[in-house]
């Protein structure tokens, strides 16, 4: 054998063990442009330290990698490691991982999703109040809680006497939320500023004396509960005749029910517009300059009252309008001593339950719409 044969052959035996292989990326290279993403741990092809080609939608998230996101470039043809600071989850890169790290208008952390979303509730929201999916700041908040010995003008640390806090409320310079912390009140609540004022009342309930009474402003109640063992628990009112606009009492997604004998809801030299809100009890009163609306309110008849409840209107420029509501044995009365102006009564949309008879006899009636001006 010629000695040159063989080196020659030992040659070629060692330039084939030392070519690169195309699709691996052990050393965290791919040199082949048609393979141009390392999948280091397999997760997108399977197989470890393998380069793959991409063929992707741009700008998507494709996988995790530790901290970072895998996420097609703008032309769709590789991937980059997009670092999350917050780490990655199922949709990417996490926005938050605590509501430290969100803010108005979104300051609650899914941690679900990994992103921040608007609140849903007061419970969720360090000041105890969420309006319109944001947090409202504890500064613009003065509490109430029921039974305290002592009040303090502290942020969160409530005051004793409702009225001190509706002082506090209504002669800041911005008004601020009023929020009676949950629990058991059994004082008035009066508002007689003429001021805006908002109550939220999420977990607190009127009961035994306890009332709300407008008599100036503009006061915004949601979320109360009203078990009073007084006539006119609500009572939206102002004596003398006020000059116009009137006060203005609007409740959301409340509960007033009044025990009998007593009457849940009164309305003069005011106007007091209630929806998704209950109604139970005897008589409700709209007397002279008094507006009342009524939609999407359930009324019903006290269940230990053997006769119809009630909404009586007898005045002067009066306005009553219900609508989208159900009235379970509720017998709207109006009349007038005035011609001179207009009173308005419009009545659409509901649906009627009278019980009458001895056998208490039930029949339903949907009212479309039964519209005067008196």
């Given at each position: 054998?010629?000695?040159?044969?063989?080196?020659?052959?030992f040659?070629?035996?060692?330039?084939?063990?030392?070519?690169?292989?195309p699709?691996?990326c052990?050393?965290?290279t791919c040199?082949d442009p048609?393979l141009?993403?390392?999948?280091v741990?397999?997760?997108l092809?399977?197989?470890?330290?393998?380069?793959?080609?991409?063929?992707?939608?741009?700008?998507?998230?494709e996988?995790?990698?530790?901290?970072?996101a895998i996420t097609?470039n703008g032309?769709?043809?590789?991937?980059?490691?997009?670092?999350?600071?917050?780490?990655c989850?199922?949709?990417?890169?996490?926005a938050?991982?605590q509501?430290?790290?969100?803010?108005?208008?979104?300051?609650?952390c899914?941690?679900a999703?990994?992103?921040?979303?608007?609140?849903?509730?007061?419970?969720?929201?360090?000041?105890?109040v969420?309006?319109l999916?944001?947090?409202?700041?504890?500064t613009?908040?003065?509490?109430?809680?029921p039974?305290?010995?002592e009040?303090?003008?502290?942020?969160r640390v409530p005051?004793?006497?409702?009225?001190?806090?509706?002082t506090?409320?209504?002669?800041?310079?911005?008004?601020p939320?009023?929020r009676?912390?949950?629990?058991?009140?059994?004082?008035?609540?009066?508002?007689?500023?003429?001021t805006?004022?908002?109550?939220?009342?999420?977990?607190?309930?009127?009961?035994?004396?306890g009332?709300?009474?407008?008599?100036?402003?503009n006061?915004?109640?949601?979320?109360?509960?009203?078990?009073?063992?007084?006539?006119?628990s609500?009572r939206s009112?102002?004596?003398p005749r006020?000059?116009?606009p009137l006060?203005?009492?609007a409740?959301h997604?409340s509960s007033?029910n009044?025990i009998?004998?007593n009457?849940?809801?009164a309305v003069?030299n005011c106007r007091?517009?209630?929806?998704t809100?209950?109604?139970?009890?005897d008589?409700?009163?709209?007397?002279?300059?008094?507006?009342?609306?009524?939609?999407?309110?359930?009324?019903?008849?006290p269940?230990?009252?053997?006769q119809p409840?009630?909404?009586?209107a007898?005045?002067k420029r009066?306005?009553?309008?219900?609508?989208?509501s159900?009235?379970?044995n509720v017998?709207p009365?109006?009349?007038t001593?005035d011609?001179?102006?207009?009173?308005?009564?419009?009545?659409?949309?509901?649906?009627?339950?009278?019980?009458a008879?001895?056998?208490n006899?039930?029949?339903?009636r949907?009212?479309l719409?039964?519209?005067r001006s008196?």
């Amino acid at each position: 054998m010629k000695p040159g044969v063989a080196w020659v052959g030992f040659a070629f035996v060692l330039v084939a063990c030392t070519s690169p292989n195309p699709r691996s990326c052990a050393d965290g290279t791919c040199t082949d442009p048609s393979l141009p993403f390392c999948d280091v741990d397999g997760s997108l092809d399977g197989s470890k330290d393998t380069c793959i080609a991409v063929d992707c939608m741009p700008n998507t998230f494709e996988a995790c990698r530790g901290d970072f996101a895998i996420t097609c470039n703008g032309l769709g043809t590789d991937f980059d490691l997009v670092q999350c600071p917050q780490g990655c989850g199922t949709t990417g890169c996490s926005a938050c991982v605590q509501d430290a790290q969100c803010s108005n208008p979104t300051p609650i952390c899914d941690t679900a999703q990994q992103a921040c979303r608007s609140c849903a509730a007061d419970s969720e929201c360090a000041s105890a109040v969420c309006e319109l999916g944001a947090c409202v700041s504890e500064t613009l908040v003065a509490y109430v809680a029921p039974r305290r010995r002592e009040w303090q003008l502290h942020p969160r640390v409530p005051c004793a006497r409702s009225s001190r806090a509706v002082t506090i409320a209504t002669s800041a310079s911005m008004a601020p939320v009023l929020r009676l912390l949950p629990g058991t009140y059994n004082d008035l609540l009066s508002i007689a500023s003429p001021t805006t004022i908002k109550i939220v009342a999420t977990g607190a309930t009127l009961a035994g004396t306890g009332r709300l009474e407008v008599k100036s402003g503009n006061v915004d109640v949601r979320d109360l509960v009203v078990q009073s063992t007084v006539s006119q628990s609500l009572r939206s009112s102002a004596v003398p005749r006020p000059q116009p606009p009137l006060p203005t009492l609007a409740m959301h997604r409340s509960s007033i029910n009044a025990i009998p004998p007593n009457n849940p809801l009164a309305v003069f030299n005011c106007r007091a517009h209630l929806d998704t809100t209950q109604i139970s009890g005897d008589v409700t009163r709209l007397d002279d300059d008094g507006t009342l609306e009524l939609d999407r309110v359930l009324y019903q008849s006290p269940p230990t009252s053997g006769q119809p409840a009630s909404i009586f209107a007898f005045s002067k420029r009066l306005k009553l309008v219900i609508t989208n509501s159900q009235l379970e044995n509720v017998l709207p009365f109006i009349n007038t001593t005035d011609l001179a102006t207009t009173n308005v009564v419009d009545i659409a949309f509901n649906t009627i339950v009278l019980k009458a008879g001895r056998r208490n006899h039930v029949r339903y009636r949907r009212n479309l719409r039964a519209r005067r001006s008196l």
